[in-house]
């Protein structure tokens, strides 16, 4: 595909989620949060879902988490803006609620489908949401975030062969924090090495 492919698909996929109305998220969120970022970026981060900021603003990880993400994509060597930064669920679950099971199979083909434009060669999953789904997509078992957080695994996602790097979710940190170390540590540690390898 050509640069202008992506970009003409890209458009395409973002115009449906806007549209969309496969889940009961439809009839509460204000805005779908599809993703930003460069579509040629090495790097994608997937989240669980928008929270309120998100869904207001229509962009994701605008609020607390967001910034700590920031800070966190810096000590891996990263800037925010050479990064796709998208959701594995594109619409604000109520409240801030878990996704359930089945919004989050509706959504899914979403994120299948900007894996397959952008063709990250690494995939940092921040939460357990994004973490048990990537793997699994990828082949590998969850099991838990204590036991796989600062783990990068091999894999290929919707025919692209990548890196998937788990770890907390920063929104996680902000009311625990002694998870914001662990964070720091997996950031600073294992996922920047393999962004050090990837850019090489
Ligand atoms: N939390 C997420 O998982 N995603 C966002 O976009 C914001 C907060």
Redesign the pocket.
């Known amino acids: 595909m050509t640069g202008q492919d992506v970009e003409r698909e890209y458009r395409k996929l973002v115009d449906e989620i806007k549209t969309c109305t496969r889940c009961r998220l439809h009839r509460t969120r204000r805005n779908p949060?599809p993703g930003e970022g460069p579509l040629d970026a090495k790097v994608m981060v997937v989240?669980?879902?928008?929270?309120r900021n998100?869904d207001l603003q229509g962009r994701?990880?605008v609020?607390a988490?967001?910034q700590l993400l920031n800070k966190l994509l810096e000590l891996a060597g990263l800037e925010r803006k050479e990064v796709y930064i998208t959701?594995v669920v594109k619409c604000r679950p109520p409240g801030n609620r878990d996704p359930r099971e089945d919004e989050v199979e509706a959504c899914l083909p979403y994120l299948l489908r900007q894996i397959q434009l952008i063709r990250p060669r690494l995939v940092i999953a921040v939460?357990r949401h994004a973490a048990r789904r990537l793997l699994e997509l990828a082949g590998h078992p969850w099991h838990s975030m204590g036991s796989q957080h600062g783990k990068v695994y091999r894999g290929r996602i919707a025919g692209v062969d990548l890196a998937i790097a788990v770890t907390y979710?920063p929104?996680a940190a902000l009311y625990k924090p002694p998870l914001r170390k662990k964070l720091e540590e997996d950031f600073r540690g294992p996922i920047a090495r393999i962004v050090a390898e990837i850019k090489s």
Do not use: D, K, Q, S
Not at 47 to 51: D, I, L, Q, R, S
């Open positions: 949060v989240g669980e879902a928008p929270g998100e994701p990880f609020g988490a967001g959701n939460g979710h929104a």
